[in-house]
């Protein structure tokens, strides 16, 4: 699992970091032109292009990943990714790709293609590492750093030295504002790795001008972008970096330099966002493997004490988006959810809190607790804000994939192919490993989706900026929620004989984008994203949510649910979960069944749309709370599953109960077949290396909304 390590660093050196060159550029407005009967469009923009001949006031949808490995991430090229970054957007627009493994060099015996192009994407290689690589890779770039032992053994053995390279690292000290020293071969200061790594900063930011369409076709946007991968004690700390533009810094800001989260938000202040025309916003993921510290400041501060009015303001202006899912799990909510009251928070937990627990068998790791998940961090931000005046944990959410492949929005579940280099390690071989193509635990990620007038950068950072996002599991499923105050009038307000009545599933998703449904959530709410006006003085909020299947999907969707998360006067978190649309609703349960024999899933009156109204039934205008929604589709295989059956139906075995049973006559790469949680009873020993626990068969892909917020003291003067 070579992808889960960097960097696992804990000491720090008390250097400061060194200057970084600043590209200074003087602001650039462009008309970004007019729409309709010669509206005025809301922005200009930051950059030189044409005007979008496509442009919608109620705002669109665009499907994207912002969370793709190429080569040039290291983790990525020890397993035999050739993937360039501007392949990887080449990918994302429908080109065919070739995986490892190759035979004759430049052969491929897998490849790829994406069933229907992204609207946008951002490689974000790995900063972390890209010196050294250039270094010891490349001969007369410096013949000092490539002849030194460092990097001799690095090309002798670049898998066994990754782990070497990370552990080189570790202190006895968990974190200090500090610069970690690198490798003897960088240099004074690490300036020879530092200077090195601007060659392949210039190669990221080329390959995403030149993928990213400026001509008023708009056909496809690319962010210029990188992982920030802290991960001290192995925890969790990585980051996706985000600009607007091409205007960037002369270098990314790693973690070596900036060894911790605030100390990167410092960074992207002093080198792009108080530059001229520089704006850029972190996006977290995987909190799932954060051991609780992704919403803290230091492990060992459980109650927050360390934070700081300062600190929650620079939390809170550059961090407006959270990434709930990708292939290493979910991050919405622990396992059954608070005191076991939400079934559906089983959905693709990771087994291990750190990242690099399944290399000791599972024995340095624990279930992911409450504090690892987004659910309790939205809580959490209602007592901070109420303490600092500011809420740290403000987030909207997207999905992605962290695909180390170069493959960005490869999410099908009928066709993974793994995102960890082959997961099981077909990297180095000249042979297609006979197997699942991935590890068990992994899946094949989600996407983002961001609701915008139109597909171009400074729309779509808008969006993110506006929290007017959702994620999914990997299918298109299309979701947008509005909310406003009902006060028992339904003249002024959203009403469901208004926005739900005639709601129904298109191709082109009309219901959602220029229908009653987005006009009359404009005009008489807010979207998601966003704080609910000041409290009336009477009556409760009410949210109007709409969701329309994939349309390229089979699988109809199941209902809509309504999370709402507040806390009390103590600072005691609770949430609950409603049923708003579909099945739920008065007790009836929906009666879709998956075949485990064949995956051909019976889905009894499948949705294609659904749409609600709802009320809280329990506001109390007294007490702040959050609230987003989540769609359910129907059950279905789940891709470990899908393989196995495939796999079954070519040997002499009846069913997967009896190969179980006999592990040692089935070929090994499908051992894993029997973690599932339905045959594992009859697996010997029960137990596998790198996996602990067992798995579902079945799956229910979803999507999430971003959040809208209460603010009680916002309305004081109203209750």
Not at 94 to 107: E, S, V, Y
Not at 205 to 210: F, Q, R, V
Not at 435 to 461: K, M
Not at 543 to 548: K, S, W
Request: glycine share 10%.
């Amino acid at each position: 699992m070579l992808s889960l390590c960097l960097l696992v660093i804990v000491g720090c050196q008390g250097e400061s970091a060194p200057e970084i060159p600043i590209i200074l550029k003087d602001p650039v407005v462009v008309d970004s032109g007019v729409y309709g009967t010669g509206q005025q469009k809301r922005l200009e923009y930051s950059e030189e292009r044409a005007p979008c001949n496509i442009y919608n006031p109620l705002r669109d949808p665009f499907f994207g990943d912002t969370h793709v490995h190429s080569e040039r991430s290291l983790d990525a090229g020890i397993q035999d990714t050739r993937t360039s970054p501007a392949q990887s957007y080449e990918f994302a627009k429908g080109k065919t790709l070739g995986l490892q493994p190759w035979i004759d060099d430049d052969t491929a015996l897998r490849s790829a293609t994406i069933g229907r192009p992204l609207d946008f994407a951002m490689v974000s290689d790995h900063a972390e590492f890209f010196g050294e690589t250039v270094l010891c890779q490349t001969p007369g770039v410096d013949d000092e750093a490539y002849n030194s032992e460092k990097c001799s053994d690095f090309r002798a053995d670049p898998r066994g030295d990754f782990v070497n390279w990370n552990l080189k690292y570790l202190g006895n000290i968990f974190q200090n504002d500090g610069v970690l020293k690198r490798f003897d071969f960088c240099g004074e200061n690490g300036k020879k790795c530092l200077d090195a790594s601007e060659s392949v900063w210039e190669e990221m930011i080329s390959a995403a001008e030149h993928a990213y369409d400026k001509t008023d076709e708009c056909g496809f946007t690319a962010f210029v972008g990188y992982e920030y991968t802290g991960a001290p004690l192995s925890f969790n700390l990585h980051r996706n970096v985000v600009f607007k533009n091409a205007d960037v810094p002369g270098q990314p800001l790693g973690y070596m330099e900036y060894s911790k989260p605030e100390n990167l938000w410092k960074g992207l202040d002093k080198y792009c966002n108080e530059n001229t025309n520089c704006e850029s916003l972190t996006v977290p993921h995987n909190s799932n493997m954060s051991g609780d510290m992704m919403f803290r400041r230091d492990k060992y501060n459980i109650q927050r004490t360390d934070f700081t009015p300062d600190y929650v303001q620079l939390r809170n202006k550059y961090e407006p988006l959270l990434e709930i899912y990708q292939h290493k799990g979910d991050s919405e909510c622990q396992r059954g959810g608070k005191n076991g009251a939400d079934e559906f928070c089983g959905f693709e937990k990771f087994p291990f809190n750190n990242l690099i627990a399944d290399r000791f068998n599972g024995f340095l790791t624990g279930e992911p607790g409450e504090q690892s998940f987004l659910r309790y961090a939205l809580a959490e931000g209602l007592n901070q804000e109420n303490i600092h005046g500011t809420n740290p944990f403000k987030y909207g959410v997207v999905g992605s994939t962290d695909t180390h492949l170069g493959t960005p929005g490869l999410v099908d579940e009928a066709e993974y192919l793994g995102h960890g280099g082959a997961g099981a390690d077909n990297g180095g071989s000249t042979e297609v490993a006979i197997g699942l193509t991935d590890l068990i635990s992994f899946g094949p990620g989600g996407l983002a989706v961001l609701w915008a007038e139109e597909n171009s950068r400074d729309y779509l950072f808008d969006a993110m900026q506006r929290k007017e996002t959702h994620a999914t599991s990997g299918p298109r499923i299309l979701v947008r929620m509005f909310a406003g105050w009902s006060d028992g009038e339904e003249s002024g307000e959203l009403t469901e004989q208004t926005l739900c009545d005639g709601f129904a599933f298109d191709i082109t998703g009309e219901a959602l984008r220029i229908g009653a449904f987005p006009s009359e959530g404009d005009r008489y709410g807010v979207p998601m994203g966003s704080d609910l006006p000041a409290y009336p003085g009477s009556g409760s909020p009410v949210f109007a949510v709409a969701a329309l299947r994939d349309r390229d999907s089979s699988q109809g969707l199941q209902r809509i649910q309504m999370v709402k998360t507040w806390v009390d006067e103590t600072g005691e978190n609770f949430e609950q979960v409603f049923d708003v649309a579909g099945a739920g609703l008065n007790g009836v349960e929906s009666s879709a069944v998956v075949d485990l024999n064949t995956c051909v899933a019976s889905q009894p009156n499948k949705k294609e749309a659904l749409c609600s109204v709802w009320k809280d039934p329990s506001f109390n205008a007294s007490q702040d709370a959050v609230y987003y929604a989540r769609v359910l589709e129907n059950p279905s295989c789940r891709w470990a599953w899908r393989q196995c059956v495939a796999y079954i139906n070519t040997t002499s075995f009846s069913d997967m109960r009896e190969a179980c049973a006999h592990p040692s006559q089935m070929d090994a790469g499908f051992n894993q077949c029997c973690l599932h949680e339905h045959v594992a009873d009859v697996f010997p020993g029960n137990t596998m290396k790198t996996q602990i626990g067992i798995y579902p068969a079945t799956t229910q892909e979803r999507a999430w909304t971003s959040s809208i917020w209460y603010n009680a003291i916002s309305s004081e003067g109203s209750l």
